[in-house]
Structures are given as structure tokens and as C-alpha cells.
């Protein structure tokens, strides 16, 4: 109670502090309502293809037992990926707008009505923290500055579940005046002039979004390509026209690359274990366990680009070896540390498109792209398509 | 005893709705809140946390004032430079802090060998995506100017209110 009379005291209207407390501090026409609550719905949608994304992508790389990610088709574990970043870049300038147009209620007077009010607001913190969080962690982390002393991965996946918390709490508290802006009617008393201001405003921050993108996406996007000059990667510009995730020097593998006596172990539960040799694998990949496929790296960090691949399909190794059909199969590299295994589900290891491949666009894997074998699988995380093989486990 | 006067109270938020959204944005935020603080010695909560205040901070206090300034500005422009010149400005702005990792650059580091990693010259290419923007907003002035001829000539236009 006592409480409650010195926020009273405090909060009378006469007591209001000067500077951007004072009404008509913030005048532009342009914020009214109804672009918030359409710059709103978009963010909410953008999130939401963000975090359904998102969480798709860690199920992938890290999946309990009830999930499945399909195989086919082979551009979805791309599409994933290619939404996620690019939704959030496109949040950049949306967040930005809906925050101008809600900025002025940052020093609204009395700064609290109530108990539920008192929440609402709160709640704001770690809806305005956690999406500022988020896109900057994540145009940060596909710039490979890791600047934050944070895991980024842990971090930005726990924060997005915070966010969309927050969300849910602010659509509740806003609902009534969503309906309101978004009804018919709505703008029936507005000025012309007003309502051309809120298009600008709407279209300015359209613009910003298709600029940036236009800017970015030729990362995956393979008809863009030529524009993407702010892309963090470039399609066709690697190795054998193909960007590299990792290199084989990062990854302290390049000196053992040139090993005569490489071997692809093949074991675990297999009947007839092997250990095949360079030329063993090059006399499968010319018979008839060989195959090409167009297949793209998709990395998780957003871009990708399709390539010609040719080597040995798995599936025909795996009935060679006498593999069960229902069997996971692991992939390990003679890298350490970091990605250097990689577990196929069965849909993934029997698809007909996974190879471990010899040859890229037509010629040997080059070092950094995983020679002397790596796996190429269709709707794989690149970072689960493992270089510089030397073993394949049934599991 | 002095009578303080009533202050305005609108009403908080209400409805079945609210609660709803509470309850249900409540244990989602929780969850994601424990993941953070079970996985601490990865997600680092005293660090997160000074990252997620100091964003908003920097928004609240840095950024969204100096918009709200630039904002003013524009008042001064001819009526027929105003909506192009804070279409220009904006584009720009979100282009540019989009664009900061790759022009800082600090990537390449993690892998000095692998020429793929931030593969362009990202201070040349902004300033040819600005060039871009630039001409559009002189093509959108130019255009109005034809469209409407008298405007934006040094005159003010109609009367509005202050942008911020």
C-alpha cells in the first residue's frame, strides 16, 4: 500500500520529467499503430521462420530418438538453412522500424499502470534484448567474428526459446490493439497525408530489407550470385569453384594427406570388414558401385552452392561389407576434435544420392575439400558431410 | 495532509488472451532461460546478460536517439528531398551495420589458408551498394520533381509535424 502511494506521488502528471517525457516530443505521422502492428506481424513471422529453423537445424545435428530428417529432397536441409539466415537478415531492418515506431512509449508517463502493465513492460527486456541478441550473434557468427566470450551455438539457441517466450506474452498484451490497427476502419479519421507518411515509412524499411538481401543472398542463391558483393562467402570462389568451410591446414590434416598407406576402414556390424585402398575405391567408382550426383553443400552458417560429385554410392559398400539394411552408419575423418564424425540415420546412409566422394566438378577432391574421400549426402548439414574419411562404422 | 492528484491510468493488459500469453510465453521463456543457466559454463550468463542490456542499451540510448536526430534534419530538406533523403539515409544506415563482421574482417583470421572466407573487398563493395542507393534517391527526386514540377524547388511543403 505504501508502495503503491509513492509510485503515485511519484508518477503524478505535473512530475513529468522534461526531454522525451514531454507529449509531442515524438510527432512524426509516420508511427501510428498500424504500422507497428504490421511491422509487428512481419517480425513475428520472420522470428518464427527463424526459430522453427533453428531448432530444426540443431534436431538435425544433434537428434533425439523420435526425430527424422528426410533425405530427400535434396535441397531441404538448403532451404532450412538458406531461410533461417536470411529471414534473420531481413529482421534487421524490420526490428529497427517496429522499435522507432514503439520508441516514444519508452518514456511514457506514468511509466506504470498496474500490476499487469508492470509485467508487460518487463517482459519487454528480454523481447528487445533477446532479438537484438539474436540477429547480432548471428550476422556476427556468419562473419566469423566470435567476439563474445559466449559458446554461440548455446547462446543462441537458449536465448531464441527466451525470445519467443516473450513474444507469446507480447501478443497476448497486444491482441486487443493488433485487432484494432488491423480492422477495417481503422484509419477512417487519418489524414491522407498521414497515411502516404506511414507507406513511406512501411516502403523505406521494405527497401532496407530487399537491398540487404539483394546484397547477401547469391550466397545460396544461385541466380543472385552476382550481386552478392557483401556476402560473407561467394559462390564459385574456392577451390574447384567451391567454397570451403574448413580448410585442411585449420583442420591439422594436411600433412597426413598424401599417406601411401591411407586406408577407408569399414566396420562395426558388417560381416566382411574391410580396408580398401585409394585404387580399390577408384576400380568402385569406375564399376558399378560408381555414381555422379549434383548435390549441394548447404552450410549452416547460410550459403551453399551445387556441385557434380562422383565416387562409390555408400549403399552398394555397405551391401558389399554385409551392412544390415536398417543400420546407422558413422563417418569418421582423420581430423580431431570439432566435426570430425558425422552418424547417418538409415534414410541417409541408403539414399541413393550418398556417395563418398572421390571426385569434385570433374577432377580429384582438391585437399581442402576432403581428399582422399569425404561424404556428400543429400539434405545433410555441411557440416556433417565429413572429409578426409578413414572409417565407415555400422552401428 | 496534502491530496495528490489522480494520475491517468490506462488500463494494463487484460483478458483471457493476456493470461494465455502469459502463461504459455512464460514457460517457454523459463525453459530457454534454464537451458541458458544449465549449459552455463558454455552460454556464460554474466556475459550474455551484459551483451543482451548493453544491445538494448546501445539501441535505447545511441542509436534510436541519433535516428530521432538525423530525423530533424531532414525537417530542413526541401518538401521534395525529405521522403528520398531518410529513404537514402536509412538504407544505408541498416546496410552499413549489417555489413560491419565483414568489414572489420576479423574472420579471416580463424583461417588464414582458406582464401573462401570473407573472399570480397567489403569496404570497395559498400561503397558500391551506397553509390547504388544514392542514385536511386537522386533518380526518386528527379522523378517527383518531373511528376509534380514546383515542388521541392526551395519551398517548404505543406506543414507537418516534426519526424523523430
Known amino acids: 500500500m505504501r508502495a503503491r502511494e509513492l509510485l503515485r506521488r511519484w508518477s503524478r502528471p505535473d512530475r513529468r520529467p522534461p526531454g522525451p517525457f514531454r507529449p509531442g516530443a515524438f510527432a512524426s505521422t509516420a508511427r501510428d499503430e498500424r504500422a507497428t502492428a504490421l511491422l509487428g506481424v512481419t517480425l513475428g513471422v520472420l522470428f518464427g521462420v527463424c526459430f522453427v529453423t533453428g531448432v530444426a537445424s540443431h534436431l538435425i545435428q544433434h537428434p533425439p530418438g523420435w526425430f527424422r530428417w528426410p533425405a530427400g529432397p535434396v535441397w531441404l536441409f538448403r532451404w532450412n538453412q538458406g531461410l533461417h539466415v536470411f529471414a534473420g537478415l531481413a529482421a534487421v531492418p524490420v526490428l529497427l522500424a517496429k522499435l522507432w515506431s514503439v520508441y516514444p512509449k519508452l518514456y511514457r508517463w506514468p511509466p506504470l499502470a498496474g500490476a499487469a502493465h ?141 599417406d601411401p598407406g591411407w586406408r577407408l576402414a569399414v566396420r562395426g556390424r558388417v560381416a566382411r570388414p574391410a580396408a580398401l585402398s585409394l585404387d580399390e575405391l577408384r576400380a568402385r567408382m569406375d564399376g558399378r558401385q560408381g555414381h555422379a550426383a549434383r548435390l549441394p553443400i548447404a552450410c549452416v552458417e547460410g550459403w551453399s552452392q551445387e556441385a557434380h560429385w562422383r565416387g562409390v554410392r555408400l549403399r552398394d559398400l555397405l551391401d558389399e561389407v554385409g551392412a544390415p539394411p536398417g543400420a546407422a552408419v558413422r563417418v569418421q575423418s582423420l581430423q580431431r576434435g570439432g566435426y570430425a564424425a558425422a552418424v547417418l540415420d538409415p534414410g541417409h546412409a541408403r539414399h541413393p544420392d550418398t556417395l563418398l566422394a572421390l571426385e569434385l566438378n570433374g577432377a580429384p577432391l582438391h585437399p581442402d575439400h576432403g581428399y582422399p574421400l569425404r561424404l556428400i549426402a543429400p539434405s545433410n548439414p555441411g557440416v556433417m558431410q565429413t572429409k578426409w574419411l578413414a572409417a565407415v562404422t555400422v552401428l | 495532509v496534502s491530496r495528490v492528484p489522480e494520475a491517468p491510468r490506462p488500463a494494463g493488459p487484460s483478458g483471457p ?148
Open chain 1, 118 to 258: 508492470a509485467v508487460e513492460r518487463a517482459a519487454v527486456v528480454p523481447l528487445v534484448g533477446g532479438a537484438l541478441l539474436l540477429l547480432t550473434t548471428g550476422i556476427m557468427n556468419i562473419g566469423y567474428w566470435y567476439g563474445w566470450g559466449f559458446d554461440f551455438l548455446t547462446a543462441h539457441f537458449w536465448t531464441a526459446f527466451i525470445l519467443v517466450g516473450a513474444m507469446l506474452v507480447h501478443l497476448g498484451a497486444k491482441l486487443p490493439v493488433l485487432r484494432r490497427a488491423l480492422g477495417a476502419g481503422h484509419d477512417r479519421d487519418r489524414p491522407a497525408a498521414a497515411r502516404l507518411d506511414r507507406r513511406r515509412f512501411l516502403a523505406t524499411t521494405g527497401v532496407a530489407a530487399g537491398v540487404l538481401l539483394l546484397a547477401t543472398a547469391g550466397e545460396a542463391v544461385t541466380p543472385l550470385r552476382r550481386l552478392a558483393v557483401l556476402s560473407p562467402r561467394r559462390q564459385g570462389v574456392g577451390p574447384q569453384g567451391l567454397p570451403v568451410n574448413k580448410d585442411a591446414a585449420t583442420a591439422g590434416v594436411a600433412a597426413r594427406l598424401g
Open chain 2, 17 to 164: 488472451w493476456w493470461w494465455a500469453g502469459l502463461a504459455a510465453g512464460g514457460a517457454v521463456g523459463l525453459f530457454g532461460l534454464g537451458g541458458l543457466l544449465r549449459n552455463a559454463a558454455k552460454s556464460m550468463p554474466a556475459t550474455w546478460a551484459t551483451w543482451l542490456l548493453g544491445l538494448l542499451l546501445a539501441h535505447d540510448l545511441l542509436l534510436a536517439p541519433a535516428v530521432h536526430l538525423a530525423g530533424r534534419w531532414t525537417r530542413r530538406a526541401p518538401a521534395a528531398w525529405r521522403w528520398p533523403l531518410r529513404l537514402g539515409l536509412v538504407v544505408s544506415g541498416v546496410v552499413a551495420l549489417a555489413s560491419v563482421p565483414v568489414l572489420y574482417g576479423v574472420g579471416r583470421a580463424t583461417q588464414p589458408g582458406n582464401a573462401s572466407v570473407l573472399p570480397g573487398d567489403y569496404p570497395r563493395a559498400l561503397a558500391g551498394v551506397l553509390a547504388l542507393v544514392w542514385s536511386g534517391v537522386l533518380g526518386l527526386v528527379t522523378a517527383r520533381r518531373l511528376i509534380r514540377p514546383g515542388r521541392g524547388r526551395g519551398r517548404r511543403g505543406r506543414p507537418r509535424p516534426r519526424p523523430g
